[in-house]
């Protein structure tokens, strides 16, 4: 039995015991309620004193898995949560003699690439917005670290996530040419690779350098295509489509991300495609 630090247990990582009933989950968050299966510590995770006595109360561990999340949407808080507190962690830990399998959630948001291209683990990111661009910051920081992995997750649905479905009823137009591709993974997915990726790191099967891993499913897909299953599954009125001229046309994140190392380790998904999400019934994203 493995002891796995969760640093951040939200809608992700609190499904973990579902998937890793055998080990022991330890979680920190800013508030500490109950979660089944997962022992629960109250600690800032950007306040070093509060780190340090927290690191030394749950004492040794194997993993980490870092998906904590700032409180807003500022760029201040963005730069504490996902710089100033993954480093400040590994550098108690290193003072406490410990060094465990670091694993670390990112986002398919690092990639500039936006002419529908595909996208693949060793396509060099070069983030444009703030926000990505500490994203990236904050993933080069396992890197010295030496020991882990980076999951980049594409955008999550299922499970109660409804921006997509809600926009569509609102009356949202959607883009059909040129076409803008989305990349997703069912949130179970999701939780999944996470739990697979720390298996595999505990049975010591992992890469003694640091690897990158897309969490996005088989099928990146224009929007239209999403939007009209969407609408003949819950029986919509169909949605206005247009075709954009050169200054309405959607740019933003429009990539195709590929899963090929994911796939290669042995991962398999219970939803392969949006379409095996969707028709499970699943309110989606």
């Given at each position: ?5 969760l ?5 992700l ?22 979660l ?16 340090e006595?927290?690191l ?22 963005y ?20 060094k465990?399998?670091?694993?670390h ?35 080069a ?13 594409a ?12 926009s ?6 959607i ?9 997703r993974i069912h ?14 790191a ?18 990146p897909?224009?929007l239209h ?12 009125p ?17 990539k ?8 290669e ?5 219970r939803?392969?495609?949006f379409?095996?999400g969707f ?6 994203d």
């Amino acid at each position: 039995m493995a002891r796995i630090l969760l640093l951040g247990c939200g809608q992700l990582t609190s499904q973990l015991p579902n998937f890793l009933s055998e080990h022991e989950l330890i979680g920190i968050r800013r508030s500490s309620p109950d979660l089944p299966g997962i022992e629960l510590h109250q600690c800032d995770l950007t306040a070093p004193e509060e780190v340090e006595a927290t690191l030394k109360a749950i004492g040794q561990i194997d993993a980490v898995v870092y998906t904590a999340t700032p409180s807003s949407r500022s760029e201040s808080e963005y730069r504490k949560m996902y710089c100033c507190a993954p480093e400040l962690v590994m550098m108690k830990l290193e003072a406490l003699g410990q060094k465990p399998y670091w694993l670390h959630v990112s986002s398919t948001g690092v990639f500039r690439h936006n002419a529908g291209e595909w996208v693949h683990e060793d396509t060099q990111p070069a983030p444009e917005t703030v926000i990505s661009k500490i994203l990236y910051e904050s993933e080069a920081l396992v890197e010295p670290y030496g020991k882990g992995a980076i999951l980049r997750l594409a955008g999550l649905y299922g499970q109660g996530r409804t921006y997509l479905l809600n926009s569509i009823k609102a009356g949202r137009q959607i883009q059909t040419t040129p076409w803008s591709y989305t990349n997703r993974i069912h949130r179970e997915d999701a939780v999944r690779a996470i739990a697979f990726l720390l298996e595999r790191a505990l049975a010591n099967k992992a890469s003694s350098e640091v690897e990158i891993f897309h969490g996005v499913d088989h099928d990146p897909a224009p929007l239209h295509e999403v939007a009209q299953f969407l609408t003949n599954l819950h029986q919509l009125p169909a949605p206005v489509f247009f075709e954009a001229t050169e200054g309405d046309i959607i740019g933003s994140q429009n990539k195709r991300v590929a899963n090929r190392k994911l796939i290669e380790e042995g991962f398999t998904f219970r939803y392969p495609t949006f379409r095996h999400g969707f028709a499970a019934r699943q309110e989606i994203d």
